[in-house]
């Protein structure tokens, strides 16, 4: 983006922060965020000061080199003349900045906040817009815990819709012949393994390709499909487990050893009992490992399988 030549700062006098509602009247070339009261926006300003909104796809451009990056949770859609912009600024407890299209559901952008007094901020280039801005008094600001929960729901909504609809999808996870098209932005949220392999000069980062091979597709399908909507539906947590250590997600690591534990039966228990064992020393599994070994210990029939099933070395 070239010959941003129009930028204001807007006054926002609400201790508790601000909305901003930018309408596009004409052209969609309109950046809309927040920025320093002091910062001077001319040319290009907006990557290097304060965080901002493409219009034209919804990408966010700012501090710490930001650049056309996509918002988890927020589709890369064509903001069309006529349509609405929101902008939601809260400096405390924590500075929050978050994106609406309806005005209802909220999803934060995921932003440093290096400075304490930020302010309304528009730049355009051949475009024109509306700006209506609303200060955020104390008694909104007291509130907020409700429009979190809110802004939770419409997120678990978006993530929904992104996992469902996989419009702009940028990378691919392979297994065998199945292939499931994936966001890179997510997959690196999830888990810091995923990220190394897509930002990496290796042949991953470079096809944007990740391949598992060592799993059923309905497995790494559900995996995925955590990784979007923190939503578990497998019928083999086991194998969903050594996933999910592997890749470094831990709060999958817990739902899968709590949902084994959940299902121990005469056929299985060893089974489950080896699984475990293999990754006791994460704390998510040593936090359930006691309860297994009780489960298994009071009940006879358990105990009887699980040992039955125990294999004998010899020297």
């Known amino acids: 983006a070239g010959g941003w030549t129009n930028s204001a700062l807007l006054q926002a006098s609400g201790r508790g922060g601000f909305v901003m509602k930018v309408v596009a009247v004409r052209g969609i070339c309109i950046l809309a965020g927040i920025a320093t009261a002091d910062a001077h926006m001319s040319g290009e300003a907006f990557r290097k000061v304060g965080h901002h909104i493409y219009a034209q796809n919804l990408t966010w451009f700012g501090e710490g080199g930001i650049e056309n990056q996509t918002v988890v949770g927020l589709l890369q859609e064509l903001l069309a003349p006529g349509e609405e912009l929101h902008l939601r600024y809260v400096p405390k407890p924590q500075p929050e900045l978050s994106v ?71 990378c691919t996870v392979t297994c065998g012949s199945s292939e499931f098209r994936c966001h890179r932005a997510v997959l690196a949220k999830a888990s810091a393994v995923w990220r190394t392999a897509l930002e990496s000069s290796f042949r991953e980062g470079r096809d944007a390709k990740l391949r598992i091979d060592d799993a059923h597709p309905g497995v790494i399908e559900a995996v995925l499909k955590y990784a979007y909507t923190f939503e578990f539906e497998c019928d083999d947590a086991a194998a969903a487990l050594g996933l999910a250590h592997r890749y470094e997600m831990s709060s999958l690591v817990a739902l899968c050893a709590q949902q084994m534990l959940e299902v121990v039966t005469t056929e ?15 704390q998510e599994v040593a936090k359930v490992w006691p309860k297994l070994k009780e489960i298994i210990g009071q009940d006879p029939s358990l105990m009887d399988a699980a040992m039955r099933q125990v294999k004998v070395w010899h020297d």
């Open 268 to 282: 299985n228990a060893a089974k489950i009992a080896s699984t475990l064992n293999l990754y006791r020393e994460h």
């Open 100 to 170: 609406s299209l309806d005005g209802k559901s909220f999803t934060p952008v995921p932003a440093e906040f290096n400075h304490a007094n930020y302010v309304p901020c528009v730049s355009l280039r051949n475009s024109d817009v509306s700006v209506q801005l609303e200060d955020l008094g104390a008694s909104q600001h007291d509130a907020s815990e409700g429009r979190q929960h809110d802004a939770s729901e419409g997120r678990k909504l978006m993530q929904d819709r992104i996992w469902q609809d996989r419009r702009f999808t940028d």
